[in-house]
């Protein structure tokens, strides 16, 4: 029950979808630096950030009511499903005569971006896991 309760933390789920969108948006971007030059090739990108900070305005709004069970015998109350990163094509724009829209100077400071991305979100989930840890054992002997 402990551990469903620490690993189902909001702050666990929140960085661990982070760490799936970002390697999403490794795979994405790879896919489009490699096809670079290939000819009527459109790039990907992935929307996640907008997607989660709409989820959680949606948590804090004070004008939504909070919804509470009051009895085991009435029926569970249905929770929205978190969202998930999505891969968007981009079809509005073409770079070259070819219609290849892949601009490889973007496409490389996205990836060094979402490196930082990744980065920052493994060192705060590694974090959240060690107090975690340290929580959970400074009461032992």
Do not use: C, W
């Not at 896919?31 to 949606?58: Q, Y």
């Amino acid at each position: 029950m402990l551990l469903d309760q620490i690993m189902n933390a909001p702050t666990m789920n929140y960085m661990s979808r982070g760490l799936s969108a970002s390697s999403l948006r490794q795979e994405v971007i790879s896919n489009n630096i490699a096809n670079v030059n290939t000819p009527n090739f459109k790039r990907s990108g992935v929307v996640f950030e907008d997607l989660l900070a709409k989820e959680l305005r949606l948590d804090d709004d004070p004008r939504r009511l909070a919804i509470v069970r009051t009895h085991d015998r009435h029926l569970p109350i249905a929770q929205l499903s978190p969202v998930a990163p999505k891969v968007q094509r981009d079809d509005t724009t073409t770079m070259r005569v070819d219609n290849n829209n892949v601009d490889i100077d973007s496409e490389m400071a996205g990836l060094a971006k979402n490196q930082l991305y990744y980065n920052s979100m493994a060192t705060s989930l590694n974090g959240f896991i060690q107090r975690m840890k340290n929580t959970i054992t400074s009461g032992q002997s």
